[in-house]
């Protein structure tokens, strides 16, 4: 095993469309091109915008009762996950934290699973050895994009007809341009859109494909998280992690009713009785009241100069046109309006708790 | 009237004892977009190496730090409403401060042009 910094099947794309490289999660990736995060954000919002996410993890998992098995590790009702369909969710320690938030789908003959890139080398051995009777394979030859916007179905649907027939989280095999995709409509930034798993050889003509298109940019991992951000996502290792609960990431609407009733997953014990009693602090919107950002770290006091929390997500919204967070309060705080300070570099700016999403989702229902 | 540079990419003219300062095209075009100029007041003092302002970019907080020692004479407040000039113009319009430089010799210690072209490579 080397340390060198990996590689998508669409670095040499990224390059030669001017992309500016990162290290994210071990892996070289756009954080922009020239366009600009800004520029790119607003394209997604506007138009249509392309991500590479290669470096997530794919996961086929094979074998009978994936779904059932599956709930002995998550607290999701993926045995009545119907064929077709996809559906948010996350695995749970015995502490009730979250190991890593991840999108399954029931693809049929198997289930096609999606995790994040800093957690792949957490999650794989995870679901292998708690999933009796389960072939886990991840997938290393496989590319994987977004493309993301009200263009969207426009951009795919052009070259894969059958993709505007898609309602947002379903999931097809279905060919782009000859090319057979595994195509789910959903995605990460709050717009209509599309994940499309793609053989690695075809990654490049593919994505060209879309590119071709008049209202599609590509967009980089910055855009992607002021995208997210700004949609009320949480991200793993900021928002949500081994030590927050689903209930305290104002995650409980993620548990089907049947689990919250019966348990049976990791931290149910825990969950339940947040569930029943409130949780110690909970996960809210933040809008500081002037233009500085209040970024991951920054205190949050309550009107009184108490610390009641402190922000896990912030940074600048190009679409609100102003800094925007989110962070964890302790209870008893975090209703809508309610004012506070966040201490940045030492001085209290003002700012008020706000209802997530920043910006109105368009998922097509 | 001369312009110095920095190594932490400022550009800074002098005409006689007070200087006018900012931050380079390419460190502007390193930051990003820039979303918010935290800056100090006017009458404020400080050392060279002193921190002497916060420039926020869409992703990440840069410090702004002193080439030499001053006092700051006056604050250009139209970066508070326009911080995207940083982008545009920080060599022209976007000037951040202009100073009293208290110790002319730390001068020579910062680069010409070609000096600060070469560094940037």
């Given at each position: 095993m080397t340390d060198a910094p990996k590689r998508t099947p669409l670095y040499d794309l990224h390059v030669e469309l001017g992309g500016k490289i990162v290290?994210?999660?071990?892996?070289?990736?756009?954080?922009?091109?020239?366009?600009?995060?800004?520029?790119?954000?607003?394209?997604?919002?506007?138009?249509?915008?392309?991500?590479?996410?290669?470096?997530?993890?794919?996961?086929?998992?094979?074998?009978?009762?994936?779904?059932?098995?599956?709930?002995?590790?998550?607290?999701?009702?993926?045995?009545?996950?119907?064929?077709g369909k996809a559906r948010y969710g996350f695995f749970t320690n015995p502490e009730g934290g979250i190991m890593d938030d991840l999108i399954v789908s029931n693809a049929g003959d198997h289930f096609f699973v999606v995790v994040n890139a800093s957690m792949r080398h957490q999650d794989i051995p995870h679901m292998a050895a708690n999933l009796d009777g389960v072939e886990v394979i991840e997938i290393f030859d496989r590319a994987l994009v977004a493309v993301q916007g009200p263009s969207a179905e426009d951009v795919v649907g052009t070259h894969c007809p059958a993709a505007r027939d898609m309602k947002f989280m379903e999931t097809i095999v279905a060919e782009i341009g000859g090319i057979e995709c595994r195509i789910s409509r959903l995605g990460y930034t709050g717009e209509d859109g599309y994940e499309i798993s793609i053989p690695e050889d075809k990654a490049v003509e593919v994505s060209k494909l879309f590119l071709a298109h008049d209202d599609c940019e590509p967009a980089g991992l910055g855009a992607r998280d002021s995208l997210r951000l700004e949609a009320g996502l949480c991200l793993y290792g900021n928002d949500i992690d081994q030590s927050t609960s689903p209930i305290e990431a104002s995650l409980s609407w993620a548990i089907q009713k049947r689990r919250k009733e019966e348990g049976g997953f990791p931290g149910a014990d825990r969950i339940k009785k947040e569930l029943a009693d409130g949780a110690a602090k909970k996960l809210v919107g933040i809008k500081p009241e002037g233009r500085a950002p209040a970024r991951q770290g920054v205190e949050i006091q309550c009107a009184e100069g108490n610390t009641i929390g402190e922000i896990t997500s912030g940074g600048f919204g190009p679409t609100v046109g102003a800094p925007v967070a989110m962070g964890y309060v302790s209870k008893g705080h975090g209703a809508p309006g309610e004012k506070v300070n966040l201490i940045i570099r030492g001085k209290a700016q003002p700012a008020e708790i706000v209802a997530l999403p920043f910006v109105q989702q368009n998922y097509k229902r | 009237m001369t312009t110095y540079?920095?190594?932490?990419?400022?550009?800074?003219?002098?005409?006689?004892?007070?200087?006018?300062?900012?931050?380079?095209?390419?460190?502007?075009?390193?930051?990003?977009?820039?979303?918010?100029?935290?800056?100090?007041?006017?009458?404020?003092?400080?050392?060279?190496?002193?921190?002497?302002?916060?420039?926020?970019?869409?992703?990440?907080a840069s410090e702004i730090y002193a080439p030499l020692d001053g006092e700051i004479v006056e604050v250009n407040e139209a970066l508070a409403d326009a911080p995207a000039s940083l982008n545009e113009s920080p060599e022209g319009d976007a000037w951040i401060y202009k100073i009293k430089l208290t110790n002319m010799d730390q001068l020579e210690d910062l680069m010409d042009l070609d000096g600060y072209k070469a560094l940037i490579g």
């Open positions: 290290d994210f999660a071990g892996w070289e990736m756009p954080v922009q091109y020239p366009m600009g995060i800004m520029g790119e954000h607003k394209q997604c919002r506007e138009k249509a915008a392309l991500f590479d996410v290669s470096h997530m993890g794919q996961v086929i998992l094979k074998g009978d009762n994936v779904g059932e098995k599956l709930e002995a590790i998550c607290p999701q009702a993926y045995a009545t996950l119907k064929e | 540079y920095s190594e932490e990419h400022e550009w800074i003219t002098v005409e006689g004892d007070v200087a006018t300062l900012g931050i380079t095209q390419h460190a502007a075009d390193q930051l990003g977009e820039v979303v918010f100029i935290e800056q100090k007041e006017a009458e404020d003092e400080f050392e060279k190496g002193d921190e002497i302002g916060v420039i926020e970019s869409v992703k990440a």
